[in-house]
């Protein structure tokens, strides 16, 4: 198992390359279009679940009005503006083990993503959708609440949840746009699905009912 030292360590090496790939793409004319994020002298503007956070490339730092970006967060935007591009989301939504590696990931993914969300919100759908409303998402006709939800402006989540009964326990997934892939990798979609699930579950009335 990595110990928290290595994994931070891992965690720093890559953040310090992604702004290396950084330096080198955000003066192209079309950084804004391909990422569809706004940039103003030096800062670009980023929504990320429903919050701007904003990057400087020349001081090496993602920072919110509540000060400077935790280190995952940091590295899930650069990724981002690394890998978004001119494709557009396509509405065609995808399981998590349709994305590339994702019957590798899956576990990880039911662990930290699926499950903490149906703990919290399987049994109370109201809830949801006034939790995702706070952060922008768009309430959705399929099963007994569902909701769309940017994590960055091109790389819209779909979640989908069920009630249970007495003889079935509460359900829920959560589905990606065809194009995921093609912005992040699997490994990364599971880091920024868990990060919402904690949004959803700290915007949340009632927050003490059932923790993620």
């Known amino acids: 198992m990595v110990n928290l030292a290595t994994k931070l360590k891992t965690e720093l090496e890559a953040t310090r390359i992604a702004w290396e790939k950084l330096a080198k793409l955000v003066g192209r004319e079309d950084f804004e279009e391909r990422t569809w994020t706004k940039r103003e002298k030096n800062i670009i503007m980023?929504?990320?679940i429903g919050e701007k956070y904003?990057?400087?490339p020349v001081k090496r730092e993602v920072s919110t009005s509540g000060g400077v970006a935790?280190?995952?967060?940091?590295?899930?935007?650069?990724?981002?503006?690394?890998?978004?591009?001119?494709?557009?989301?396509t509405?065609?939504?995808i399981s998590f083990t349709q994305l590339r590696g994702g019957n590798i990931y899956y576990e990880a993914f039911k662990k930290r993503v699926i499950q903490p969300l149906v703990n919290r919100f399987g049994n109370h759908p109201k809830e949801f959708i006034e939790a995702a409303e706070k952060i922008g998402g768009k309430p959705l006709d399929k099963g007994?609440?569902?909701?769309?939800?940017?994590?960055?402006?091109?790389?819209?989540?779909t979640v989908i949840l069920w009630r249970g009964d007495d003889e079935i326990p509460p359900g829920g997934n959560m589905l990606f746009d065809e194009t995921a892939g093609l912005i992040m990798e699997t490994?990364?979609?599971?880091?920024?699905?868990?990060?919402?699930?904690?949004?959803?579950?700290?915007?949340?009335?009632?927050?003490?009912?059932?923790s993620c």
């Open 187 to 210: 490994e990364d979609l599971v880091v920024a699905s868990s990060v919402l699930v904690a949004k959803l579950c700290s915007v949340a009335n009632n927050p003490g009912k059932k």
């Open 46 to 48: 980023v929504p990320f």
């Open 91 to 93: 509405n065609n939504l």
């Open 54 to 56: 904003f990057v400087d």
């Open 70 to 89: 935790p280190e995952h967060h940091t590295l899930l935007i650069l990724h981002y503006l690394l890998g978004a591009t001119h494709q557009t989301p």
């Open 144 to 157: 007994d609440a569902s909701a769309t939800i940017k994590i960055f402006p091109k790389l819209p989540l």
